[in-house]
């Protein structure tokens, strides 16, 4: 996490390789506090644009969360913090992310499927944001 720009505008950066595993007992619990955490901590940070990047590799399908769990994030996130999104970054888009936004697309807002923006490697990402403000695991990087 980090600011750009002059200052107020975040980057947020969600590495998906450190979700829990859906097998666990308490997952939903997990799965479910972990959301109002990130919701909270958006409100705190978001004083005006940000943008979401999701490391989504070196990410086994058991951590990746469930399409209800990503429904439900969509849903409570208010109108200012959707409003304010400007891009949201899919880094190593798996066959699976692509086809889970490709069937919900129709369910959410064009103007946030507009936002969604896929990029398959650490170069191309660093062509669009200035990387000095993200921490990208060495899992990832390899």
Partial sequence: TGYYGDGLNAIIVF?????????????NYVMENLFLYVISTLELM???DYMIVYLNGATPRRRMPG???MKKCYQMIDRRLRKNLKSFIIVHPSWFIRTI???TRPFISSKFSSKIQYVNTLAELREM???EYVHIPDSIVR
């Fill in 101 to 103: 936004l490709a069937v």
């Fill in 46 to 48: 978001v004083a005006e």
């Fill in 67 to 69: 399409l209800g769990w």
């Fill in 129 to 131: 944001i200035p990387m």
């Fill in 15 to 27: 590495a998906a390789c450190f979700l829990p595993d859906s097998s666990r007992t308490d997952y």
